[in-house]
């Protein structure tokens, strides 16, 4: 009994010897007729591939399970801790915006108070046409775009054009129904501005960059990157205090301006009426106005 014993287990030993011996190259055969009954029937082979497949994506689904539960858990934790950060500098610029609103509210009462004893005389709210840019005219040349509104519509040259309450060019053409605008980074634009900080004036110039320049600077300010640039009342073109952009760049002797609103951002403009001469003469006499043009404050005439 013991000598069958060890018989079988010295066979077995033999056979697991062989097997570990040759397991490469029964694979290497094993693959070189799976590769000759491919070709041989790839009906076959693609029904086989589908039952594997069809067996083993339960499988697989369930297995799949617990990483996606940890993805998840580990997602939900990530933005609990972006909450987190979120809701502390949510905080702070509440508090923030609550100063402001403060002090907001002081110096309009402060300003209606003054206004009162000065019999301040108010600017009239000014007339406008909404218009939809349907051409965009950029060149070499220039930086132009073009509009569905024109002179049936109250539109006429030198009328600034806004985009929110941000100044980006004024009308340069007008035809009965369209009107071509012409941008601020327009190498003919030339804009009287100032910085709002100390009121210091300067021509805001084009050249066809994304920022245009300031020229003819009044004085020797210091001027800072971060400076706001709004219209100046100079030449009567536009009213006093139209944002424009903020100061970019302050090198070699050039000051360069960021806009507020760039060109790929224009989709609908506002063609304001401020009752001025505007930027450019005109001989001809101006078109009416249209027959309810509305008001920047929302009234109607």
């Known amino acids: 009994m013991r000598g069958k014993l060890s018989g079988a287990v010295g066979r077995l030993a033999t056979i697991r010897l062989l097997a570990q011996r040759f397991a490469f190259l029964s694979l290497v055969a094993a693959a070189f007729l799976l590769m000759i009954l491919g070709k041989a029937d790839i009906l076959l082979v693609e029904r086989t591939r589908v039952l594997i497949v069809d067996g083993l994506a339960p499988i697989l689904d369930v297995m799949a399970r617990p990483a996606g539960a940890i993805s998840e858990v580990v997602e939900h934790v990530r933005d609990l801790a972006n909450l987190r950060a979120e ?30 004893q000065l019999n301040f005389v108010p ?44 100044l980006v060019g004024y009308i340069v053409d007008v035809g009965d129904r369209s009107s ?85 951002e224009l989709d609908y403009v506002a063609v304001v009426d401020f009752g001025l001469g505007g930027i450019l003469p005109f001989a001809d006499k101006p078109p009416p106005p249209p027959p309810n043009p509305r008001r920047r404050g929302g009234a109607e005439n």
Do not use: C
């Open 123 to 166: 600017d009239p709210d000014p007339a406008f046409i909404t218009a939809r840019v349907i051409g965009d005219l950029d060149s070499a040349l220039g930086q132009t775009m073009l509009l569905n509104a024109g002179g049936r519509d109250g539109v006429r040259k030198g009328q600034a054009v806004l985009s929110g309450e941000s």
């Open 87 to 116: 809701n502390a500098r949510l905080k702070s610029d509440n508090l923030r915006l609550q100063h402001w609103e403060t002090v907001a509210r002081r110096l309009q009462n402060e300003n209606a108070v003054l206004h009162e």
């Open 180 to 264: 071509r605008l012409l941008l601020l980074t327009d190498i003919n634009a030339h804009l009287p501005v100032m910085l709002e900080a100390t009121r210091t004036r300067a021509i805001l110039s084009g050249d066809n960059k994304d920022r245009p320049k300031l020229t003819y600077v009044a004085g020797n300010p210091n001027i800072q990157v971060g400076d706001r640039v709004v219209t100046s009342s100079s030449g009567a073109a536009f009213p006093p205090g139209l944002p424009i952009g903020i100061v970019a760049s302050v090198a070699d002797g050039t000051t360069r301006v960021e806009p507020n609103v760039r060109r790929t």
